[in-house]
């Protein structure tokens, strides 16, 4: 094992020198690598072909300038990214960022973690991630379709239902779906409903779509309950966030029987000890686009914590579900002081390693999110399926489906980490099991 360990460890040195600065890249890396001596001991075929070495370079990477002109008719520069990261199980596959955080560190960083949650699924789908630095943030509707349009009239040319299909993510939502599929129809002269998922309802979107990440994170925790003879019945559970992935995590929870008493977004936190109204939520983000803050305006008796740590409040379930990092070792140490037991990440890599080791050595019910939150990419290729197939299921069997689809890979995580020796680990039984599927693929295509 030393020699294998020794090998890895040389591979992420080349990892850090290829990329440098690009540090959620590397993080994402090492986590994956830290998992996968047992797995090259036991297949040597992997680093004779050099497999790993080749996974964590992208197949291609695509940065392009975005202009567009504001409502001021000031004209703005943004840098736009698709990288294709791996083709081996399917067309690339995977969202689109609009924050002003994005650089080609946090792309690579998503790009890389989609590929494993992508084989997780175990639907025909490879791996990519894109974006731009863009922010949406008080942007009125005409500027984000300005922007949206310019977007896409560089993307189009990489993209298509057979090639590399790009959805949403953090800023990217329906209505930018909307814009990007409008302005690829018109440059192409094609209505290819599968280049894009993520799409409205009456124009080759699937039910469940806008739910799914939320609803899948919260199917694989209660899967991780059930494992251990426990339910949401009854659980105080925390999620942060308030956007696509929080809301209908916060719904399923209360469907399941358990309450959420907060969510947050970047200025605060909303702390409401009867559980959350999760209509009003829904009203001030999905439709007035407002600031949760506004929560207490009707609502009296809960609290609003301007800069607030929503990880100090106990709880016996959180779900992070806003960004990448925003579980230190603090807040996982907080956590489980307060009788955390379980951890399912919505959001992508929401926990620093230090986080991780800390659930881990706790031995609580930790899903990562390539695991946890992978019914979104999932209910996207279910979209793309119903394309496919120019058909549209019902909202009961396509959530169904995602439930299955969860149950699975809950099941799969569980049995590699138990059949690797580390039962209960699902950091572990997640990147092997993505991991191999992908590895055996790419060994059957040769040197490509
Ligand atoms: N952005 C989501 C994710 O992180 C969904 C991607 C998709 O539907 O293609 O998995």
């Keep these: 094992m030393a020699q294998v360990d020794a090998k890895i460890e040389t591979m992420y040195q080349e990892v850090l020198k290829r990329n440098p600065g690009e540090t959620e890249f590397h993080q994402a890396v090492l986590e994956v690598l830290e998992s996968l001596g047992p797995v090259v001991a036991k297949h040597p075929e992997y680093l004779e072909r050099r497999i790993i070495e080749r996974i964590c370079e992208p197949e291609r990477q695509i940065i392009f300038r975005v202009p567009w002109q504001d409502d001021k008719g000031k004209v703005q520069i943004n840098r736009g990214f698709r990288v294709e990261f791996n083709s081996s199980?399917?067309?690339?596959?995977?969202?689109?960022?609009?924050?002003?955080?994005?650089?080609?560190?946090?792309?690579?960083?998503?790009?890389?973690?989609?590929?494993?949650k992508n084989s997780l699924t175990g639907l025909p789908i490879?791996?990519?991630?894109?974006g731009s630095d863009f922010d949406p943030k008080g942007k009125s509707d005409d500027e984000v379709m300005r922007f949206c349009q310019s977007f896409m009239t560089e993307?189009?040319?990489?993209?298509?239902?057979?090639?590399?299909?790009?959805?949403?993510?953090?800023?990217?939502?329906?209505?930018?779906?909307?814009y990007m599929f409008g302005q690829y129809k018109r440059i192409t002269n094609r209505y290819e409903p599968g280049v894009l998922t993520g799409k409205g309802l009456t124009w080759g979107g699937s039910l469940v779509r806008t739910e799914a990440t939320g609803y899948g994170a919260t199917f694989f925790v209660?899967?991780?309950?059930?494992?251990?003879?426990?339910?949401?019945?009854?659980?105080?559970?925390?999620?942060?966030?308030?956007?696509?992935?929080?809301?209908?995590?916060?719904?399923?929870?209360?469907?399941?029987?358990?309450?959420?008493?907060?969510?947050?977004?970047?200025?605060?936190?909303?702390?409401?000890?009867?559980?959350?109204?999760?209509?009003?939520?829904?009203?001030?983000?999905?439709?007035?686009?407002?600031?949760?803050?506004?929560?207490?305006?009707?609502?009296?008796?809960a609290k609003y914590i301007a800069k607030g740590n929503i990880w100090d409040i106990?709880?016996?379930v959180?779900?992070?579900?806003?960004?990448?990092?925003?579980?230190?070792?603090?807040?996982?140490?907080?956590?489980v002081k307060n009788g955390c037991i379980a951890v399912g990440e919505g959001a992508n890599m929401p926990t620093t390693p230090e986080g991780v080791k800390i659930f881990l050595d706790a031995k609580i019910a930790y899903g990562p999110g390539k695991a946890a939150n992978a019914g979104g990419v999932a209910t996207s290729a279910l979209e793309m399926q119903q394309n496919a197939g120019r058909d549209s299921w019902t909202f009961e069997f396509t959530e169904k489906k995602l439930e299955d689809i969860m149950i699975n890979i809950h099941r799969n995580c569980f049995d590699t980490a138990a059949e690797y020796g580390a039962p209960g680990n699902y950091v572990l039984g997640a990147n092997i099991c993505g991991f191999i599927k992908i590895a055996n693929a790419m060994v059957a295509h040769g040197l490509v």
């Design 155 to 178: 993307l189009y040319r990489h993209i298509g239902e057979h090639t590399d299909v790009p959805a949403g993510d953090i800023g990217v939502g329906g209505r930018e779906i909307g």
């Design 126 to 130: 490879g791996g990519g991630k894109g």
């Design 318 to 335: 959180a779900m992070p579900s806003a960004t990448q990092n925003e579980i230190n070792g603090k807040d996982a140490a907080t956590l």
């Design 222 to 301: 209660n899967e991780m309950l059930k494992a251990r003879k426990d339910s949401f019945d009854g659980k105080t559970c925390l999620v942060s966030g308030s956007g696509n992935v929080a809301i209908y995590t916060i719904e399923k929870i209360h469907q399941l029987g358990g309450k959420c008493v907060a969510c947050s977004d970047s200025n605060g936190v909303i702390y409401d000890e009867k559980g959350l109204d999760l209509d009003l939520i829904k009203q001030l983000k999905e439709v007035e686009r407002r600031r949760i803050e506004d929560y207490t305006k009707t609502h009296k008796h």
């Design 314 to 316: 106990p709880c016996q």
């Design 89 to 116: 199980l399917g067309p690339y596959k995977g969202g689109l960022r609009f924050h002003p955080s994005v650089y080609l560190g946090i792309i690579k960083f998503l790009g890389f973690e989609q590929c494993f």
